[in-house]
């Protein structure tokens, strides 16, 4: 009827007038929103970095296809770490007028460089980065996605960042860059033991909403115990490489009081490591009450104490009556009272050779969360420090080894500079066989005949 009553132009009007209706309304139920994210915060060049800026670069860089893009940018960026030292960082980067797109949790969000312009000073200060999406998708935009970003850019920040250990001077820390290559990959322990450390750890990373709902520090303790030379210190460096934390070694030596140790836990950073090794040579950590200096009442500095007050008090141009006054109780404050809480994701690890030496209260969950015995070389650990050293998973002489470390303490340590000892495999398992049935026979030769200890 169309066809046969209205003229030619007037149908084609209508069939134009309802395609524009139809554009319309569906440009309305696809309204877009966008997020424009400036280099610069506030409205001059002068105003401070925008860290959620510096994060969707860092983030986007990941998601960069070079192959696909016809002009890329290339930036170097310096970036002040909370310790105050900086490290650089290279990332691929959109060219102004560029655009990409990612995907999050079944959305699509479209990335664009802008180029800012300049202010009065010449200074170019509006750069910006441009974010849009579905206006449907707004709050997984803002609730999810941007907190994605930031989280993601400081994983992949805190994986490339040189990792330092700090020692303590006085009040202060003083770091330096720290190279340990210990992984667990290379670590020679007891294969269940080092998984269920690396699943502890795991689990801890991912805790934070949940330590905040039971009201407690975002912080985990670890024991670490055993004879010497049996991998202590290289499972600290495992775990630092591990979690890209930095180091903080504390030696309670040179700290004088409790409020002293007191700043130094304030001014330790999240993200930290905390280490107080042979904790139990710490003589003031063995008793909750302090130190008297000599002339206070019936205890006294031993001889080796005397020399080091004298020696501090040289230094510090003091006398007697300034004497040491950290405790144990401090120590206690320092790791899980109220100081605790000045910080969150660290952890406390203490090592020790004698475990039964130390005092219970260092001992419960809460402080020392998980317990991790470091015990003498087995088998596992040896096919580990076998493989590190000379690249071999088996060998004629496995079998003989392993049947000696059965019957035989030795330390890894022991085990590692025998392997050191020759670069040609079967030299150097030559000369782990000897060490091992020499230390098999010293028990036999230590007794008599008779059973009788000889001198």
Wanted: proline fraction near 3%.
């Amino acid at each position: 009827m169309a066809r046969e009553l209205l003229p030619d132009e007037l149908r084609a009007a209508v069939t134009w007038g309802t395609a524009l209706l139809r554009s319309r309304l569906g440009a309305r139920e696809k309204e877009r929103r966008t997020i424009v994210i400036r280099r610069q915060l506030g409205n001059s060049a002068y105003g401070g970095e925008n860290d959620l800026f510096d994060a969707s670069l860092t983030y986007l860089a990941t998601k960069i296809d070079p192959h696909t893009m016809r002009r890329l940018c290339l930036q170097r960026s310096r970036k002040k770490e909370h310790d105050g030292s900086s490290s650089w960082s290279t990332l691929l980067c959109m060219e102004h007028g560029g655009s990409t797109t990612d995907a999050f949790e079944g959305v699509e969000f479209h990335w664009t460089s802008v180029e800012g312009g300049s202010d009065g000073n010449n200074n170019r200060g509006k750069e910006s980065l441009e974010l849009s999406f579905d206006v449907e998708h707004t709050e997984t935009a803002l609730d999810k996605y941007v907190p994605f970003i930031m989280s993601t850019a400081e994983e992949l920040r805190l994986r490339d960042r040189a990792l330092k250990i700090f020692l303590n001077q006085g009040s202060g820390w003083k770091g330096i860059n720290h190279h340990h290559p210990a992984t667990f990959e290379t670590l020679a322990m007891d294969p269940s033991m080092k998984q269920s450390v690396i699943a502890d750890l795991d689990r801890f990373l991912k805790r934070k909403e949940y330590y905040r709902r039971i009201g407690k520090a975002w912080k985990r303790g670890y024991l670490l115990y055993g004879p010497p030379g049996t991998g202590k210190s290289s499972l600290v460096a495992a775990m630092a490489n591990y979690l890209r934390f930095n180091l903080y070694d504390l030696d309670l030596s040179g700290v004088y009081d409790n409020s002293c140790l007191q700043r130094l836990l304030i001014d330790m950073p999240n993200k930290s490591i905390l280490v107080i090794e042979d904790i139990d040579c710490s003589f003031d950590t063995m008793s909750r009450e302090p130190r008297k200096a000599p002339g206070a009442g019936d205890t006294y500095y031993s001889e080796e104490e005397e020399e080091d007050h004298e020696e501090y008090e040289r230094r510090a141009g003091v006398g007697y009556q300034q004497e040491r006054k950290i405790t144990l109780s401090g120590l206690l404050n320092f790791i899980d009272g109220l100081w605790s809480t000045s910080g969150e994701e660290r952890i406390i690890v203490f090592t020790t050779n004698y475990k039964d030496r130390l005092d219970r209260a260092l001992l419960r969950p809460g402080r020392m969360d998980m317990h991790v015995y470091m015990g003498h070389c087995g088998w596992e650990a040896f096919k580990t420090l076998a493989r590190n050293y000379h690249l071999v998973d088996d060998h004629a002489l496995f079998p003989e080894i392993q049947a000696l470390l059965a019957v035989v303490e030795v330390t890894p340590a022991e085990v590692s500079e025998m392997l050191l000892r020759s670069e040609d495999v079967d030299a150097a398992l030559g000369v782990l066989m000897e060490f091992l049935q020499g230390k098999r026979r010293a028990p036999d030769e230590a007794v008599d005949e008779n059973g009788v200890a000889k001198e």
